[in-house]
């Protein structure tokens, strides 16, 4: 028994279909209730380090983000388009599966204006719970360093 | 029953590749007679504008798109190439099958510059029509609304 | 009897995840022991010049290049990051099958600066041997022509 490639794959593109059409609040519950989230950057989590530029170990926390996001909103109107490439199944047993899927967001700022604002990798650990599939873990894993001041939606 | 996702994938990917090879006389036959295709931006379709940058109501009329286009050709040689990501299938069932698919457009100009030149997301009803998948409808929804008076190949 | 598209999507994860992180010495075993690997662009390919950016018909020549890239090293520390997108499966029969599949290199300099470095598209035939599948051609072409003095990591 084993979690299928077409149910990995439908659970990506729901999760970027998620943010990309600004339906933040249902973003949560792509998670487990304990689950790991976290944004880092290549280097950093090459060096070993725990810390990330954004970090999260429950659901509820990230809910918090996207409150805490909603009525700050002092940043810029912006959207972003994500494009996640094939998924790389590492490890598929039982009802949990390893997986690294590479990602491009693209951002499209209010006056049209259109850049590549992130590449990486999902580091991820899917759990099938109840016939659902949820994230026990999203560690995002980006290429550059420069982004990190200008999170604001989640990636 | 209901269309599988190999399937989907497999017509989202012929698409592309039919228009990045330069296959013009032949994306007309991804629609059905009936269909409609239509290019919009994310912010007219949020407003529920019923016009678009590019408007077909049938198979006929994206021909003669294509006709124009070739006599035309006053347009700079350009190449696109396209990236769709994983498809979202909304619905599934019988025949028909509607799909949210994300996608990325670089264009490649003449003396080799490269650009991301558009990004959005193909909403798709797909009709299964004796054994050959169809579009009934394609809708290019992009994200920013800068690109409109460059268009010149189909996206 | 033919190759699941499951695990020729697979086999594309794989390839450029071996790249993109930094893994360049397993880059070969991807490759049959007589293979073609070549990287063009798409107006030599278009012309029908033999001759490309790079070429190698064996692993053993793959394993050499990546041994003199070791070596020199002259070149900025710098990394990929590859999408591929859904491929097209053109001829599958047997223990072999023919595709193509359009890709998109994102290149990330030491000081984080980020810039579309390729498109292009990969021609494949990919052949299953003792339940292992290979490439026993992988044909780089490139959109641009502009790239070419600066490939250092394989595409």
Chains 1, 2, 3 share one sequence.
Not at 10 to 36: H, K, M, Q
Not at 142 to 149: A, K, N, P
Request: proline letters at 3%; charged letters at 25%; a negative charge.
């Amino acid at each position: 028994m084993s979690i299928t490639l077409d149910r990995i794959m439908a659970v990506n593109a729901a999760y970027i279909r998620c943010i990309d059409t600004g339906a933040l609040e249902s973003w949560p519950d792509f998670f487990l209730d304990d689950c790991l989230y976290k944004v880092t950057t290549a280097e950093n989590h090459k060096a070993g380090l725990a810390a990330g530029v954004i970090y999260a170990d429950s659901k509820a926390m990230l809910s918090d983000r996207i409150l805490a996001l909603r009525q700050a909103n002092v940043y810029e109107k912006q959207n972003y388009r994500h494009i996640v490439g094939l998924p790389n199944v590492i490890k598929n047993g039982g009802d949990t599966a390893e997986c690294e899927t590479p990602f491009i967001v693209v951002r499209i700022m209010h006056d049209g204006q259109t850049d590549v604002f992130a590449t990486g990798v999902y580091l991820d650990t899917l759990r099938d719970t109840d016939g659902e599939l949820k994230f026990a873990q999203r560690m995002v894993v980006c290429d550059s360093s420069r982004f990190d001041t200008l999170v604001a939606l989640p990636l």
